[in-house]
């Protein structure tokens, strides 16, 4: 029998890299292949991933490159595990009246990339949410790069866990009656810790 396959952490790249043959360079860049793929930052593919690159950038924490695997997407310094979800009224398909936001909240089973491993029950696997809603409803000027066409709201894991059991989405009328906080880019992290204190206070 083969030896198991070993986990390879992801390196970080700079964009600088390019196509090799055999280790000889060839002209396209990592970035071109970056630009080329991701530049849609309104379709639904890349908001998600985008967001969560916006909530890491505000928590100071995008040193490392983006987690696709586990049960959680960001880890802060001080081992909080945030959940965050996307959704916007713009896409960039044509419309024919804008979109109804809602996010995802749905448990599901955790995979450990590096041990090959589920958990046995489905569930929800970090300590809060971040639900980023691009708010902004002009086609003319949508601009996802912009962090004033953005809210951000916040609620622990433990309050949705109590207050929405097994669901699987909630839309955005729904997520503002449980109470989440209301935050802009930059002032994310204390309503991180704003809900967890509520936890704690419980």
Request: charged residues 20%; neutral net charge.
């Given at each position: 029998m083969s030896a198991e396959l070993p986990y390879l952490p992801v390196r970080r790249l700079s964009g600088q890299e390019t196509l090799h043959r055999g280790g000889q360079p060839l002209a396209p860049q990592v970035l071109a292949f970056w630009q080329?793929?991701?530049?849609?930052?309104?379709?639904?593919?890349?908001?998600?991933?985008?967001?969560?690159?916006?909530?890491?950038?505000?928590?100071?924490?995008?040193g490392a490159t983006r987690n696709g695997w586990e049960g959680f997407d960001l880890q802060t310094k001080d081992g909080v595990r945030i959940e965050v979800k996307a959704s916007a009224y713009l896409q960039s398909w044509k419309q024919k009246r804008l979109s109804d936001p809602a996010f995802s909240?749905?448990?599901?089973?955790a995979w450990d990339p590096k041990t090959?491993?589920?958990?046995?029950?489905?569930?929800?696997?970090?300590?809060?949410?971040?639900?980023?809603?691009?708010?902004?409803?002009?086609?003319?000027?949508?601009d996802p790069l912009d962090v004033t066409q953005w809210t951000f709201f916040v609620l622990s894991t433990l309050a949705i866990n109590?207050?929405?059991?097994?669901?699987?989405?909630?839309?955005?009328?729904?997520?503002?009656a449980l109470g989440p906080l209301e935050a802009q880019w930059g002032a994310i992290a204390p309503a991180i810790g704003e809900a967890l204190a509520r936890n704690d206070a419980a």
């Amino acid at each position: 029998m083969s030896a198991e396959l070993p986990y390879l952490p992801v390196r970080r790249l700079s964009g600088q890299e390019t196509l090799h043959r055999g280790g000889q360079p060839l002209a396209p860049q990592v970035l071109a292949f970056w630009q080329w793929a991701a530049s849609d930052l309104l379709g639904n593919t890349f908001r998600g991933w985008f967001a969560e690159f916006l909530v890491a950038s505000d928590l100071g924490i995008t040193g490392a490159t983006r987690n696709g695997w586990e049960g959680f997407d960001l880890q802060t310094k001080d081992g909080v595990r945030i959940e965050v979800k996307a959704s916007a009224y713009l896409q960039s398909w044509k419309q024919k009246r804008l979109s109804d936001p809602a996010f995802s909240v749905r448990p599901a089973k955790a995979w450990d990339p590096k041990t090959d491993t589920f958990t046995d029950a489905p569930d929800r696997h970090s300590d809060v949410y971040v639900f980023c809603l691009l708010h902004h409803t002009d086609k003319a000027t949508v601009d996802p790069l912009d962090v004033t066409q953005w809210t951000f709201f916040v609620l622990s894991t433990l309050a949705i866990n109590k207050r929405l059991g097994p669901r699987q989405s909630v839309t955005l009328r729904q997520l503002k009656a449980l109470g989440p906080l209301e935050a802009q880019w930059g002032a994310i992290a204390p309503a991180i810790g704003e809900a967890l204190a509520r936890n704690d206070a419980a």
